[in-house]
């Protein structure tokens, strides 16, 4: 058994927690190799893949234009410790993607570029707090591993044993689409506040569109204050359109955190925006921020390579319609079980939270019957789908996934939520 040896020499047999499937029991497959929207396990099973490396892989595993970028620069070298022109290619792709990005920073993770974005914010405003949502999640930065205070912001406790509590006493939490919340907390110590970092769809709860409005307002209450809107476009940028979710809700950040499809499904990650912001780190200004490996030529090529491929905007069409499907089956089939379910969906960002029939935040997500979805999620698993192994993780389609795909996904899903209504 590969997971029994995995977790003799991994802590959990996994490189990053939720991989290992506490969250809805049972052993997760081992997997390897995929193709498009399929992932094939070491035992020789398939699965139509909703995980999609947790959203880097729009165009489905091993597109043709990636593999290409890849292979031209495996001839040429893999990281030189200088600068090179592909850096420049992806940060001019950026740039002219997402108009409030006038220059951008690469680092190899989503952490990186929330940790990083959040020290030029406290160097740029000479101020220290920070102010995130309660159930969104920015990376594993010690200050952003805060434990959601219940309704009412509070200061931060740590959510993780090692988190000293100097690291979150500066972090304080509102809950998600809740604009008066982020309006009181600046009344009482505006002054005080750096930044508000906040995922402009949450995807770690779940997937949690903006309510009408939300954003927008957000906007003005910091500016007034002259703290920073930091957008956190880890998941959403690229994904829910070309300009992320900034150009679908248009609303300006003063920066925002990339990842995920920006790399191709190689590790990286990006921190942009203003100009006079931007400048303001080392070597143009006094911010420090390094990184070995940071804009690495692979990561950089099958960047490149993506983005060039979702350009013209006609993916952003075949993941809509897809993700409708998607949508209207899932609720069709838990109607039909008479099972209540809220499916939420921006794109091809997409949860189903069973048990209930509205989900704003995280207060409501939590209401949502976790071991319904584990049911759910099991049938889902042994009939060929996998899905992310928790309720509160997003699912992504890809161009690569059929509409065949995609009915099979909500047959599965029916035939188990007949079972459960019957439980
Ligand atoms: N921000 C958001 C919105 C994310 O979804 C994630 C990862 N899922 C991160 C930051 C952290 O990115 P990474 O795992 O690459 O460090």
Redo the contacts with the bound molecule.
């Keep these: 058994m590969l997971m029994e040896r995995a977790e003799r020499v991994l802590p959990g047999g996994v490189d990053s927690p939720v991989r290992a499937f506490r969250a809805v029991g049972g052993t997760p497959p081992v997997f390897k190799s995929a193709q498009g929207a399929h992932l094939d396990d070491e035992d020789g099973n398939r699965y139509i893949d909703m995980v999609l490396a ?1 959203g880097p892989h729009i165009l489905g595993h091993r597109a043709a234009p990636i593999i290409e970028a890849l292979q031209h620069q495996l001839q040429r070298g893999t990281a030189f410790g200088g600068p090179t022109a592909l850096e420049v290619e992806l940060a001019e792709r950026v740039v002219n993607a997402v108009p409030s990005v006038d220059m951008v920073r690469f680092v190899n ?3 990186e570029a ?1 940790m990083s974005a959040l020290r030029l914010a406290r160097a740029a405003t000479g101020r220290d707090r920070i102010v995130k949502c309660s159930g969104a ?3 594993h930065a010690d200050m952003l591993l805060v434990e959601a205070g219940s309704g009412v912001a509070t200061l931060g406790i740590p959510g993780s044993p090692g988190v000293p509590r100097t690291a979150v006493s500066d972090t304080l939490t509102v809950p998600y689409n809740d604009a008066d919340a982020v309006r009181a907390l600046f009344q009482t110590q505006g002054e005080q506040i750096a930044a508000v970092i906040v ?1 402009p769809v949450a ?2 709860m779940g997937c949690v569109p903006p309510r009408p409005g939300y954003l927008a307002a957000l906007r003005d209450i910091i500016a007034q204050h002259g703290a920073l809107l930091i957008l ?1 476009e ?2 959403t940028g690229f994904r829910v359109a070309y300009g992320g979710a900034q150009q679908l809700y248009g609303v300006t950040p003063d920066l925002t ?1 990339l ?1 995920k499809v920006i790399g191709g499904g190689l590790p990286v ?1 990006a921190y942009g925006g203003r100009r006079d912001l931007m400048d303001m780190m080392a070597p143009s200004g006094p911010v420090y921020q390094a990184g070995t490996l940071s804009g690495n030529p692979l990561a950089m090529a099958a960047g490149c390579a993506a983005l060039d491929a979702l350009r013209d905007g006609r993916a952003y069409d075949t993941l809509e319609r897809l993700g409708a499907r998607l949508a209207a089956g899932l609720s069709a089939a838990a109607e039909d079980a008479g099972i209540p379910c809220a499916v939420n969906r921006v794109g091809s960002m997409l949860t189903p939270f069973l048990g209930t029939t509205q989900v704003d935040n995280y207060d409501d997500a939590r209401r949502a019957d976790t071991a319904a979805f584990a049911t759910l999620h099991a049938a889902w698993l042994a009939g060929g789908v996998f899905w992310p192994p928790s309720q509160f993780e997003a699912a992504f389609l890809s161009t690569a996934h059929s509409d065949a795909d995609v009915d099979r996904v909500v047959e599965v899903a029916a035939a188990a939520l007949r079972t459960l209504s019957k439980v």
């Design positions: 947790y993770s989503g952490t929330t999640y920015h990376g995922e995807g770690n956190d880890v998941m955190c990842g990650g």
